[in-house]
Nanobody
Framework: QVQLVESGGGLVQAGGSLRLSCLAS????????MAWFRRAPGKERELVAA????????YYADSVKVRFTISRDNPKNTVYLQMNSLKPEDTAVYYC??????????????????WGQGTQVTVSS
């Protein structure tokens, strides 16, 4: 059974950068749609970025466009989220998720059915 483990979270000042990693174990995710979500205190879970398992197209929420980059390293079975120009409103628990490649729309939050445990990102002002 595939498991996802996030790492790379932490405390950073506004304007700083972090890179989150999501390591998949127990099976390959090279063909899976992969995504990063976040949940801030008192807010609903938000799809931040996604990458297609079929053609590596990417999707970004408007709030993170230009600042965040999602990528994957298939030999390492790892997905990354590079976060630049961080803002206090980016503070949240960030979750990695995987979705089956046969689902057509990788940018639909509801297709993701495998989740990591989350990693905390805190951006101080």
């Amino acid at each position: 059974q595939v498991q996802l483990v996030e790492s790379g979270g932490g405390l950073v000042q506004a304007g700083g950068s972090l890179r989150l990693s999501c390591l998949a174990s127990g099976g390959p995710v090279s063909n899976s749609h992969m995504a990063w979500f976040r949940r801030a205190p008192g807010k609903e879970r938000e799809l931040v970025a996604a990458i297609s398992g079929t053609d590596d197209n990417t999707y970004y929420a408007d709030s993170v466009k230009v600042r965040f980059t999602i990528s994957r390293d298939n030999p390492k079975n790892t997905v990354y989220l590079q976060m630049n120009s961080l803002k206090p409103e980016d503070t949240a628990v960030y979750y990695c998720a995987a979705g089956p490649p046969y689902r057509a729309y990788y940018y639909w939050a509801q297709i993701y059915d495998l989740w990591g445990q989350g990693t905390q990102v805190t951006v101080s002002s």
